[in-house]
């Protein structure tokens, strides 16, 4: 210490030196001797000093200011401390949640010990007093900043607003927001700029379902200029979009969590790709080249169904997210009824190339504004710029975020595979994905399923043109937005009435209690349509029918797509793209079987079926996912989270390899 000493030009250079000296050698001792709660407290006592001495100024990130006049080799040797402390502590942690799980399920002695080997987690308790309780134990374990889960079933994610900011008194290098108030936060922007990036993502989301739907009353004139002669095959040309969205949530969505890239940049190349594929079916010559291109447009427009809910979740927390949703749902159930209504008069006055023609007009004036005016809003992505401009501001390139922290892959293509495998793993493990998403699945398939049937029933059966045809689905529309606006109110009143109850602790499952009146609401108007077309009643019985089914359809939407958001908020893209996958499955699936269904069947008994289906599913299921769905979604989550954490110590298990090597 004399010697460094006698380097520095003054007293607060050799002060701030001792205690960076402190904190490496406490932390390189560390990586040698048990990790205690006293050496804990040593460490957060020493970066403490460090981090009060230099401040968190712009030029508070450059070396000169964190280290003093520290030779690199001692830099080198408190970076590694550091982050060797950092990842000790989770794969600690993991130990912690598997001794917990043990707990649960009573496999464990109820007097488990465990010691807190948390550098950041002041607990206030004494070094002898290691023996927890599971309540204990879920009040004192942190969250996971990568994984989006909180193991506490809470709904909000620190990481999401703080951002790491308790861990830069650790770690000096920790790039974060400046305070708690940052206007950078999305969660902080003002209310104005907030429902501009809604407004943005909802038109982005607008432009795949009116491509799903636009050219069903056009498919008479292109199966004649095709030749297509197997109602199995227009349909096919129809649908074929919906089958392309079980697909690009699972590849193109995972990449707006994916810090490389964030929400914008995902968004943006996929409304474009999405023009030029729409604009392909304009000069398409045969079937072939119609449905690749419907296919690849819809791979790439079911992005923003996706990544819109991610967004929402960057811009609100649980409280005030679900007017933002309500306004965002509206465009992946309008779209499907508005296309039709505006192709029905195009076909009936231009050729049907127009109807592309005109799509492409509306996706290209998306596109251009979105690129121009749209702004990211991912915090991962965000931070991460934030650290690029400080590290060529500062010179100091070892900056980093929390996210890269707790990341266990530090490679570009090895965050893409995390990323991109995340909603597959999602699909295939957590239970209310894989039982809300079947619901939501029928749901849509219904409602696509009578889509279909509007140019048959009222072009041929009622003798409407086309252009009449068109308006038979603005019933729908109305049902729609008279739903968004009731089920809104229906579900915040519920959801706070609950909280309140619960002595003002939320829960994702207090958004549940309205599913059982969609699955009733749902059930009475395919009942309705069914009938009202088997009896050729008045026009207006069939467009009440599928209003009441508008209506009620839009509860099962948002509520299903708040609870999925509400549970892991910073993998919200990834959950909702899981679920989309069964939802497109079946709205792929079930205009396919509309003919066969009502030729066997005819259009009320085929109805009756479905609601029945609709019936048994919406009632039992939503109440038994309120009654169980926490202990299903927090045994999920916890499994998450050992996972992720077991790869971050195998991560610290390399690095350390790599350092003896």
């Not at 993991?94 to 007097?111: A, F, H, Y």
Request: overall charge neutral; proline content about 4%; glycine content about 8%.
């Amino acid at each position: 210490m004399s010697q460094s000493g006698s380097r520095r030009s003054s007293l607060k250079q050799e002060s701030t030196s001792e205690s960076v000296f402190s904190a490496s050698s406490t932390m390189e001792n560390m990586a040698v001797q048990p990790y205690t709660e006293s050496a804990t407290a040593q460490l957060m006592r020493t970066a403490t000093a460090v981090s009060g001495a230099t401040g968190r100024s712009a030029t508070g990130y450059s070396l000169h200011e964190i280290y003093g006049d520290m030779d690199s080799a001692d830099i080198e040797m408190r970076r590694s401390a550091t982050r060797q402390s950092v990842l000790s502590h989770l794969a600690a942690r993991t130990q912690r949640l598997e001794e917990l799980e043990s707990k649960r399920e009573g496999i464990c002695d109820d007097n488990l010990r465990i010691q807190d080997d948390t550098a950041h987690d002041s607990l206030n308790r004494s070094d002898d007093d290691s023996t927890l309780s599971v309540g204990d134990l879920e009040k004192q374990l942190p969250q996971n900043p990568q994984s989006g889960v909180d193991i506490r079933g809470e709904t909000e994610l620190a990481a999401v607003t703080d951002a790491g900011r308790d861990l830069q008194d650790i770690d000096p290098e920790l790039v974060s927001w400046e305070s708690e108030d940052d206007v950078n936060n999305p969660r902080n922007w003002c209310r104005s700029s907030k429902c501009f990036i809604v407004g943005f993502v909802s038109f982005y989301t607008l432009v795949s379902p009116m491509s799903s739907s636009i050219p069903s009353p056009a498919m008479d004139s292109i199966s004649k200029e095709f030749g297509i002669t197997s109602h199995v095959v227009s349909s096919l040309v129809v649908s074929i979009q919906i089958l392309a969205w079980a697909v690009g949530p699972l590849i193109i969505a995972p990449l707006s969590e994916n810090e490389n890239f964030g929400r914008k940049i995902v968004l943006d190349v996929s409304v474009w790709m999405a023009f030029f594929f729409n604009l392909g079916c304009a000069f398409a010559q045969n079937t072939a080249q119609m449905i690749v291109f419907r296919f690849v447009g819809g791979l790439f427009g079911s992005t923003p169904i996706n990544v819109g809910a991610g967004v929402i979740a960057d811009l609100y927390d649980a409280r005030h997210r679900n007017v933002a949703l309500a306004g965002f749902s509206l465009a992946p159930v309008l779209g499907p009824v508005i296309a039709p209504v505006i192709a029905g008069f195009l076909v009936e006055n231009m050729h049907w190339r127009w109807v592309f023609y005109v799509l492409c007009i509306f996706n290209g004036a998306v596109a251009v504004l979105g690129t121009l005016f749209y702004r990211e809003t991912y915090a991962p992505k965000l931070l991460r710029d934030k650290t690029i401009a400080l590290r060529k501001a500062t010179g100091n390139y070892n900056l980093h975020t929390v996210y890269q922290i707790t990341s266990s892959e530090t490679t570009f293509w090895g965050n893409m595979r995390l990323t991109m495998t995340r909603p597959l793993k999602l699909l295939c493990t957590h239970p209310m994905i894989i039982g809300l998403g079947s619901f939501m699945a029928f749901a849509y398939g219904f409602m696509y399923l009578m889509i279909v049937t509007f140019p048959t029933i009222f072009g041929q059966d009622y003798g409407f043109s086309k252009g009449i045809t068109g308006l038979m689905y603005v019933p729908m529309g109305v049902g729609f937005t008279l739903g968004v606006i009731f089920w809104t109110y229906m579900i915040d009143v519920v959801y706070h009435r609950l909280t309140a109850r619960n002595g003002g602790e939320a829960k994702p499952e207090f958004r549940l209690p309205c599913l059982c009146l969609s699955g009733i609401g749902i059930s009475i108007g395919l009942f309705w349509y069914g009938w009202s077309v088997q009896k050729k009643l008045h026009w207006i019985m069939p467009g009440l029918g599928s209003a009441i089914f508008a209506f009620s359809f839009i509860a099962t939407f948002q509520t299903i797509q708040n609870y999925l958001i509400d549970m892991n908020p910073l993998t919200s893209a990834s959950s909702v793209a899981s679920a989309a996958v069964f939802r497109s499955l079946l709205g792929f699936g079930m205009p396919l079987a509309a003919q066969p269904l009502y030729q066997r069947l005819t259009y009320g008994w085929g109805n009756t079926m479905l609601g029945f289906i609709a019936l048994v599913l919406g009632v039992p299921f939503p109440l038994f996912c309120y009654f169980k769905g926490e202990s299903l979604r927090n045994w999920a989550n916890r499994n998450l989270v050992v996972s992720s954490l077991q790869r971050e110590k195998a991560q610290l298990q390399q690095l350390q390899t790599a350092k003896n090597h």
